[in-house]
């Protein structure tokens, strides 16, 4: 037994003493711990008042720069006009009432007297009437102002505000801020006075130190208080009183505070923390130190922080047994800790073993999400996405982040939660097919318009039904079927008549047709034709040729069943390789001649004039078929073919098969025009009758500002590359009201405007609008339509300048340099 307790003995005993050791070590370690903690918090503390006191004048400074920088403010001063006066006088009325620190407001003039001033007192502000205004020139402040250059600002001594002779009760902690105002040359013509009413300011610093441990004071730079705890000290350089100072009660600490330039000291038994208010010259500048815009006599000031040692550790009952009670305690839990940490230990492995087979699993499944081909969700009961892969991401143009947590039906027009609540498919494992003959229609946050083939797939997880959905981008698909089907169709056509291509004089066929039309179009329609002089033979089927005209001009004269004009007009042009590179199909750039066909019909809405080219579109016929029916059998023979849609269509394919290239412009209600561009025979054309298309400008254009207004961006685009490749800058809107609304926000040294554009306005209109406005800006206007057609439809001004459809380079540099007055034009 006494061998047993002599060795328990041996074995407790330095257990113990290590206890005791580590008991002392621990509660030394704590008392540094509170000492520093409270230490930094009465640093804060000082810092959070020095700060304060900085932001709230560093404001005033900024009120003072902002009255006096005021227009108003400077032509009351240099008109001398009692109506200014009352203005300004209600503008201050309304600064003051908003910022209530200040007590006075004032204006003086360069002889000291004031002008305008607003006092702030009993909790209102009051404009001062012009018959109480006082002369202030024998005042401190004014006789200081006097020596302050232009943006310079006097601010005065932190002191009470006197009234006739005496401090006035409450006391009443002002500052006075003092800057020069000056004319539009930089002349003083007055001076801005702001007298800054600091007792609620010092009021807020107090109650927030009322809830901190230790006792800060703010000292000015003869060691007085400016606040304290004890308010009947505060102030005594205004009352005479000396020994209300950090200089007469303690020489030492005074002199300690002065000579520290670390962040705080320990003296008599006390932490000291120490922060500085400077002016732009009143002490050295540290990392401590916060700078005021301004200086005044009695700065530096001084926040000074004090704390007593008892009060930074803050001991409590339980401390005085602290040996006994953690010894007992440490014990305890060194028992206790060794018992759990042998269960923690095996815990801790089972724990890791599932982490580690969790994370596998996670991988795994994040790799099999990843190697789906096709867009996948997985969606919850609740119609909530889980989880997607990154071909959904792309899908759907939305992050992982931003697609989780997500109603599936916001993305999807389908009810996930409603598919696998549906008895059906809790009784099925088999899968719900939305296919292409379907299409799911999404609309992508680009705009772009997506169509999706889907498959809903539930299943049940732990006891939850889920849904594996798995997403496919069609619509490259679709769209290439569709052109196709379309192309199939055109070519099914086409094959049936080939081509006899050869040398054309374009001319003769111009007068053969023109004979032709001449005798069949009868009634209130004019036809007119005009051909260019000495017109280039052309490659082309001559009968398919004279077949297409005369079709287009039929269609034209459909078209305006109210009558109207046909206007032909052949000449030749150059397609450059800027206008081959903004259409669709491929065209050669080089010499072509020009067949306009226009007329001034119904027009073609802007939504069918890329289908009016496809095979059996038509639009014919389909308003009217009701009131025919009894005439159809009547009419069987000699409407045959009419309103099929090959019409078009075959003269589309006819000029794509002979190298040439077909346009068509149309505005409703105004009307339409058609394009033919057909290749010449440049072995036998001559090169002069035909110039290339080259203008060299020497950068002439650089460096100005265009606006282009079309909603044709095709155009748009051709147009912007030839102003950028002369070194001009280019933006593009595709309205007038989006044009006008560029015209306000910046200046622009030109605007080239399409004349017909969607909502009310047009490109005249905005011409019109330019010139009654005033806006210094030339005008340029373009059209698909000839400008003899234009002046039929409009009031065109004649010294408007005007650029023709589709655009080339030659064509719009003489438009440039035309509306510039540029070199002659």
Partial sequence: MVSFMRTSLKTVLPFFLVIILLMLVVFQMDKTQREDAAKQQLNATVQQVTKTLQSNLSQVVADLAFLAGQTKTQDVLMKHISPHANHLCEEFFRFATLNKRYSQIRLLDVTGYEVVRVDYKDGAAH???????????????????????????????????????????????????????????????????????????????????????????????????????????????????????????????????????????????????????????????????????????????????????????????WQSQWPYFISALLIAVAFFALRVSWKLSNSFKQLVAREFMLERSKQRFEKL?????????????????????????????????????????????????ESLHNDSAQNTSQPIRITRHDPLEYLSKTGQKKYLEMMVDPVVFDDERLAIVLVRDVTDSLAFQDKLRQTQKLLAVLRKKPLNIEKVDIEEVMSYVMDILNRGIKGNVKISCHCMPNLPAVLVDSNELTNALINLVVNARDAMPDGGEIQIKVER??????????????????????????????????????????????????DKGKDKDKDKDKDKDKDKGKGTGLGLAMIYGFIKLSKGHMRIYSEVGIGTSVHLYLPIDTQTTDTNVFPEQSVDFH??????????????????????????????????????????????????????????????????????????????????????????????????????????????REGVMNALMKALNRDGY
């Avoid at 950028?724 to 200046?747: C, F, H, N, P, Y």
């Fill in 127 to 317: 404009c001062v009437p012009e018959s109480q205004l006082q002369d202030k020139s024998d005042r401190y402040y004014f006789l200081e102002s006097e020596k302050l250059k232009p943006g310079q600002i006097y601010q005065s001594k932190f002191d009470l505000n006197i009234e006739y002779g005496q401090v006035e009760v409450p006391y009443n902690p002002t500052i006075r801020f003092v800057t020069p105002v000056t004319d539009y040359l930089g002349g003083v013509v007055g001076y801005m006075v702001l007298n800054f009413n600091a007792r609620e300011m010092l009021f807020d610093i107090y109650s927030a130190l009322k809830r901190q441990r230790g006792d800060v004071r703010i000292l000015n730079k003869e060691g007085y208080f400016l606040l304290s705890n004890n308010f009947s000290q505060d102030w005594g350089f205004m009352f005479h009183l000396p020994q209300f100072s950090v200089a007469k009660q303690s020489p030492e600490l005074w002199e300690k505070i002065n000579q520290t330039t670390s962040e705080g000291f320990d003296f008599d038994g006390k932490y000291y923390a120490i922060e500085r208010v400077c002016g732009a010259h009143s002490c050295q500048k540290g990392n401590l130190d916060l700078v005021l815009p301004t200086d005044a006599a009695d700065l530096p000031w001084t926040v000074v922080g004090a704390l007593s040692q008892s009060k930074m550790v803050g001991y409590s009952w």
């Fill in 369 to 417: 999400l990843e190697s789906v081909p096709d867009g996948l969700l997985v969606v919850n009961e609740r119609g909530l996405i889980e989880a997607v892969n990154p071909v959904a991401e792309t899908i759907f143009e939305t992050a992982r982040d931003q697609l989780v947590g997500q109603s599936a039906e916001s993305f999807i027009s389908v009810d996930i939660a």
């Fill in 573 to 622: 042009t150059y397609l450059d390789e800027q206008y081959s590179k903004s259409v669709a199909e491929e065209i050669l750039p080089g010499k072509y001649v020009l067949i306009e066909i226009q007329d001034t019909g119904e027009g073609i809405p802007k939504e069918l004039i890329g289908k009016v080219l496809e095979p059996f579109f038509t639009t014919k016929d389909k």
């Fill in 699 to 808: 950068n002439s254009l650089a460096g100005y500002h265009v606006l282009i207004v079309d909603d044709e961006l095709d155009f748009a685009e051709v147009l912007k590359d030839y102003l950028k490749s002369e070194g001009m800058q280019a933006e593009i809107v595709d309205s007038v009201d989006r044009a006008w609304d560029k015209l306000k926000e910046k200046t622009f040294d030109l605007v080239f405007s399409d004349i017909v554009m969607p909502g009310v306005m047009g490109g005249i209109q905005l011409y019109d609008k330019i010139k009654a406005e005033g806006v210094d800006v030339k005008v340029i206007l373009s059209s698909g339509f000839s400008k003899d057609m234009l002046l039929k439809q409009y009031e065109l001004d004649e010294n408007m300048v005007f650029v023709r459809k589709p655009y080339n």
